[in-house]
């Protein structure tokens, strides 16, 4: 029985926490008598209304553990799994609300028969979409993928370097393999960076074709490096060499070391790291860079886990970071994203390379929330 509702929220994949929904109007019929399954899987203490119809409608909860499975099967294929969760608890918002389903509001009854069509008809889509490997192209949401999705030669050299990254990330434990995970999206930042591809998302394919030589060259020198490891991911995973410059890619690892020391992995994932700005001396460098990041598990706005991952409070209503707001009941959801700028110090090693210097986020720039709808 619990793992019934489980399944149900399983297809959130970390919106949010089961909890006690706000009770009907006494004129209103109570909703579980629309639902067979409502009292056997106790769907009153699931919060989100469309996770109780998921919950309490038989066919509902059995497309429920279809798309999970559809979920899972997508996932395995994908080198950054956490952003696939983002990405799908997007499509949950924008399907609840074509659906006319809102955050906190309660389902009346007479509309469950309705809602039910839609919600049938906008999941069994998605697990047709979802179980294409197609689809991964189909979903690209950067530059660098509607590139290689649009080029034969280039889909091939990103699939043969995702199984390749990914057979050796299956060897480690599951600390090591999420360490891998990042650096491998590390790498993916890099790229894009170093191919002029990021923030051109709106740019006509044509405008960027000119990068389609630079991704080749690296995701070929990286299925070699891979290959190379002869089946021993600690040849490659793990081993963080010190940045050759105080730049972007230097940020990027100085960001991944600061949220490992604050077990930040299981609520945020770095979107993309942009260098703004950069003193450069013998000894020392400061640069300046616009972090985004997406939110994989909800956590309170103002709290340990906000501060020490985003380097600060902040204000839902306005958006904007609040270093010295008192402690919010507020929380952000799944694929809600947040964009700071700071500072980063680094120090010139005896090797040559560029050690960070800055231990925290703390203190931001400045900071802006977006949500991902109603």
């Known amino acids: 029985m ?93 399907r609840n609300s074509s659906c006319s389903i809102f955050r906190n509001q309660n389902i009346p009854s007479q509309n469950v028969g309705t809602i039910k069509q839609c919600l049938v008809k906008e999941t069994e889509e998605r697990i047709a979409l979802l179980s294409d490997p197609n689809f991964d192209c189909l979903a690209a949401n950067t530059a660098a993928g509607s590139l290689i999705c649009s080029d034969p030669s280039l889909a091939i050299a990103e699939a043969d370097l995702n199984d390749h990254a990914l057979a050796l990330i299956a060897k480690l434990k599951e600390d090591e393999a999420r360490n891998a995970h990042d650096e491998y999206a590390r790498w993916i930042r890099s790229r894009d960076r170093k191919c002029s591809l990021v923030g051109k998302e709106n740019v006509p394919l044509e405008d960027v074709s000119s990068s389609e030589d630079c991704l080749a060259d690296f995701m070929n020198g990286k299925t070699a490096e891979l290959i190379a490891a002869k089946g021993d991911p600690k040849r490659v995973f793990g081993r963080h060499p010190l940045p050759a410059a105080p730049d972007a890619d230097a940020v990027d690892l100085c960001v991944a070391q600061i949220h490992a020391a604050n077990a930040c992995g299981d609520f945020l994932s770095v979107n993309r790291v942009i260098q703004i700005d950069s003193d450069i001396q013998p000894q020392s460098a400061s640069v300046l860079a616009e972090i985004e990041m997406v939110v994989l598990s909800p956590f309170a706005v103002c709290s340990p886990i906000a501060s020490g991952c985003t380097g600060t409070c902040w204000d839902l209503k306005s958006g904007q970071a609040q270093p010295s707001q008192p402690r919010s009941r507020d929380s952000f959801a799944v694929a809600h994203r947040l964009r700071i700028e700071k500072s980063f110090e680094f120090q010139k090693a005896d090797s040559g390379g560029w050690r960070c210097g800055s231990a925290t986020l703390q203190p931001i720039a400045k900071g802006i929330s977006i949500g991902r709808g109603p």
């Open 2 to 94: 619990r793992a019934i509702v489980l399944a149900v929220m399983i297809i959130q994949l970390g919106l949010g926490y089961p909890g006690y929904a706000e009770e009907p109007a006494a004129s209103e019929p109570p909703i579980g008598a629309t639902l067979p399954l409502f009292e056997k899987n106790h769907c009153v203490n699931i919060k989100d209304p469309a996770d109780r119809l998921f919950c309490g409608d038989p066919q509902l909860n059995d497309l429920a553990g279809r798309l999970n499975d559809a979920i899972r099967g997508r996932l395995d294929r994908r080198s950054d799994h956490r952003l696939a969760i983002a990405e799908n608890a997007e499509w949950i918002t924008n």
